[in-house]
């Protein structure tokens, strides 16, 4: 299922969190810098994965390691739109969920006086944070990367 990468020019790199009823969405661009950062729907995942790997190609698609990856997998497979990226991938999502919690709540907290006050473990997210899910693998994936090439 893997694209053989080329080396040249830039790569963004779309990262997905699936699960069964919602996914985190994100795209970060070689840098690091995320372009984009969503929740979609489990049934409008692979569309959505369409159409930002037409927006932001050339691509390298990541996928989170665990719930729902392989099932995901095969389906983008069959839609064809794995042939829209570079590379498919899985990352390891260990602990992820977790760090994305804490990245979710520090960010929220550095808005809003009230959130400061509370202690970030007293805390509880006031929505779901798959996207920031998302964006870690991505970051995972880069710094992966970075290491093999130095």
Do not use: W
Not at 75 to 83: D, N
Not at 121 to 131: A, I, L, N, S, T
């Amino acid at each position: 299922m893997a694209k053989k990468m080329d080396s040249a020019g830039s790569t963004n790199v779309i990262a997905i969190d699936p699960g069964t009823e919602k996914c985190g969405l994100a795209v970060l661009d070689e840098s690091g810098l995320v372009r984009v950062q969503e929740i979609v729907a489990a049934e409008s995942l692979a569309q959505r994965v369409a159409e930002v790997a037409k927006k932001y190609a050339p691509a390298v698609l990541v996928v989170g390691d665990r719930t729902g990856s392989k099932r995901f997998l095969e389906r983008l497979e069959r839609e064809g739109i794995t042939r829209l990226v570079k590379r498919v991938e899985a990352v390891d999502e260990h602990l992820t969920s977790q760090e994305a919690r804490r990245r979710y709540l520090q960010r929220r907290r550095s808005r809003s006086l009230l959130y400061r006050l509370i202690p970030l473990g007293m805390q509880v997210p006031d929505r779901p944070y798959d996207d920031y899910v998302a964006v870690i693998l991505a970051e995972r994936y880069l710094r992966q990367r970075s290491k093999r090439l130095h």
